[in-house]
C-alpha cells in the first residue's frame, strides 16, 4: 500500500553505549531516506554514508548498505488468513490440498546495516559493511558478533599516513 513503514533497530554492537561514544538517536530514520517501503521485487543493494552531527559539534559518519529481504512473516500471516477463509468455506479450491508450504516471496522489506565512526573512511566502512552482508546472507558459520569484534579490533592508519 501507500503507507511507510517505520524503522526500527534489530541488534547492534555494543549492546549498550561506550562512555566516550553514544550511540546516535534516531539513527533508523537517516537510514532510509526515501522512507521504509515494502517493494514486490528485490532491488540491488545500495550504499551511502550520512554525516550527523552531536551537540558537541563532533562528526559521526554513519554508512549504510541497505538491501531487501523477502518478507516471510507477511506471506505466512497471508497464508494463515487463507487457510481460515478456507476453513470457513469462503473460498473454494477443486482439487488441492494444503501443502503447508510457503510459497516463494512476493513482498520485500528494506533493510540497514549501519557503521557509526568519528572517522572520515567510506571505502573501508563499505567493505567492511559489505563483509557482514555476504556473511549475512551466505549464512556462512561465523557469528556476527565475532566478525564485528575482529572488525573493531583492526588498526586503521591515521589520515595522510603511509598505507
Same mark, same amino acid.
Given at each position: 500500500? &501507500?503507507?511507510?513503514?517505520?524503522?526500527?533497530?534489530?541488534?547492534?554492537?555494543?549492546?549498550?553505549?561506550?562512555?566516550?561514544? &553514544?550511540? &546516535?538517536?534516531?539513527? %533508523?530514520?537517516?537510514?532510509?531516506?526515501?522512507?521504509?517501503?515494502?517493494?514486490?521485487?528485490?532491488?540491488? #543493494?545500495?550504499?551511502?554514508?550520512?554525516?550527523?552531527?552531536?551537540?558537541?559539534? *563532533?562528526?559521526?559518519?554513519?554508512?549504510?548498505?541497505?538491501?531487501? *529481504?523477502?518478507?516471510?512473516?507477511?506471506?505466512?500471516?497471508?497464508?494463515?488468513? $487463507?487457510?481460515?477463509?478456507?476453513?470457513?468455506?469462503?473460498? $473454494?479450491?477443486?482439487? %488441492?490440498? %494444503?501443502?503447508?508450504?510457503? #510459497?516463494?516471496?512476493?513482498?520485500?522489506?528494506?533493510?540497514?546495516?549501519?557503521?557509526?565512526?568519528?572517522?572520515?573512511?567510506? %571505502?573501508?566502512?563499505?567493505?567492511?559493511?559489505?563483509?557482514?552482508?555476504?556473511?549475512?546472507?551466505?549464512?556462512?558459520?561465523?557469528?556476527? *558478533?565475532?566478525?564485528?569484534?575482529?572488525?573493531?579490533?583492526?588498526?586503521?592508519?591515521?589520515?595522510?599516513?603511509?598505507?
Amino acid at each position: 500500500g &501507500p503507507t511507510e513503514g517505520l524503522g526500527k533497530i534489530i541488534q547492534r554492537f555494543p549492546q549498550k553505549d561506550w562512555e566516550d561514544t &553514544p550511540f &546516535p538517536q534516531g539513527i %533508523e530514520l537517516f537510514c532510509q531516506p526515501g522512507g521504509w517501503q515494502l517493494s514486490k521485487e528485490r532491488k540491488q #543493494p545500495t550504499f551511502f554514508v550520512v554525516v550527523l552531527t552531536d551537540i558537541d559539534s *563532533e562528526r559521526h559518519y554513519c554508512s549504510c548498505l541497505t538491501f531487501y *529481504e523477502a518478507e516471510i512473516n507477511l506471506q505466512v500471516r497471508d497464508l494463515q488468513q $487463507e487457510t481460515k477463509m478456507l476453513k470457513e468455506g469462503t473460498k $473454494e479450491i477443486e482439487g %488441492e490440498e %494444503e501443502s503447508g508450504l510457503i #510459497p516463494p516471496a512476493e513482498v520485500f522489506a528494506p533493510k540497514s546495516l549501519v557503521l557509526v565512526s568519528r572517522l572520515d573512511y567510506p %571505502e573501508i566502512f563499505r567493505a567492511c559493511l559489505g563483509l557482514i552482508y555476504t556473511v549475512y546472507v551466505d549464512s556462512l558459520n561465523v557469528s556476527l *558478533e565475532t566478525l564485528i569484534a575482529n572488525l573493531c579490533s583492526c588498526l586503521v592508519p591515521a589520515s595522510g599516513g603511509s598505507q
